[in-house]
């Protein structure tokens, strides 16, 4: 079990980690108790309109913490979680320098807030702490906002609108066809906004209209209203969070039956719709259904653990940590500076999918295989988990990696010393 010090509750939660090591990863069997642990920092929204995904990655980097303790930790040492919530991007910013600067943290997992990550990106910069960016997917933070100690697990706005962008095309629905979308107004929706008419306008496709929804919005019924007048082809929503699952309850509330398509999406909130309003055609990171067998061995330990499935949003936090671990033991070392040139050579990690990923230096992006889900008819759904079919992985295991990923003319980075 990690050591667990949840700063949001002002309180350490202690677990057993056996007496002894009986197989250290990285060193000689030791015990754990002799060497001092490696203090890794989390930081996402627990609360807000991403609260619901925050828990999902709390839970999944406590999960990655067991297992890596459990296997007798990292080089002999045992991983100490210290954790925090960052509602905003103003204590996001303070919370990960008072992480780095009093808890002496070693390096910092998390968010999902594209502007609290960015706000992070710049502490860690400053400070020279590794930062591993699990939910924030603003092509921003990979291009003008980059910075050398901030990497990303989780995708970029522009694999997710070409990850799905591949089935609309296939199934008719951007060369001619009329979109209105609905878009969070924040950092991240502005960017996949800007990504999303980009990638339109390249296929043919025309954009009717689109609104900018405050991120505490719980009743659609005007845009809705709207969209109804405006009979397009197909809806696109550029939300997140709970905005995602009010709209789809309203949306099937009022009877539209418009086409339905997303470019940012975690399954937890296909889960908080229900089966009965869940529906359309969505990119996902990773998905519990993921037929591997490091992904079947992460799902049975979460359930068993959490009494339900893990979502993307887990995979992110979970496979961070584990990254971690691995870049720790292959360098025999916590400073952040050696860490960050192992990833910028490229060392490949398993990420529970069919292929390893990898860190693309130039952006520090990782590399890797995504998915498009479709929600399921209520007839086919047999569970409240199991509510959508996946397409195989995208790109395909005969494309380069890269393929979704934007390219240098699309979205540039320039590190700064």
Known sequence: MPLVHNLSRRRLLKASA??????????????????????IGHITPRTGFLGPLGEYAVQAVQLAAEEINAAGGVMGRKVELVMDDSPNPQQASAKAERLIQRDKITALIGEISSA???????????????????????????????QRFMFHIEAQNSMYVKAVGRSLVRDGLVRGKKWYSLTADYAFGHDLLRVAKRYMAENGGNHAGDDLIP?????????????RTARPDVVILNLAGTQITNFLKQYAEFGLSFPVAGFGF????????????????????????????????????YLAR??????????????????IAQAMAETKSTEAAKLVELFEKGAKFDLLKTREGYFRASDHQMMMEMYAITALPAAQVKNQWDIFSSSPPVPGPDESLEAIAATADE???????
């Open 116 to 146: 609290s990550a960015l706000a992070i990106g710049q502490v860690v910069q400053r400070e020279k702490v590794l930062f591993i960016n699990t939910g924030a997917n603003s092509d921003a933070l990979r291009g003008t906002d980059c």
């Open 18 to 39: 056996g007496a002894a090591a009986l197989g250290v990863i990285g060193a000689p069997a030791i015990s754990l108790a002799q060497a001092e642990a490696i203090k």
């Open 266 to 301: 975690d399954t937890a909130l296909a889960w908080g719709a229900g089966s009965g309003n869940f529906g359309g055609i969505w990119p996902v990171v990773w998905h519990h259904l993921v037929d591997t067998p490091s992904s079947k061995k992460f799902v049975a330990a």
């Open 411 to 417: 979205n540039q980075c320039v590190f700064k010393t």
């Open 215 to 227: 991120t505490d919005l719980a009743d659609f019924s005007p845009f809705l209203l709207k969209i």
């Open 306 to 323: 959490w009494k339900r499935p893990p979502e993307n949003q887990a995979w992110g936090d979970y496979c961070s940590l584990k990254v």
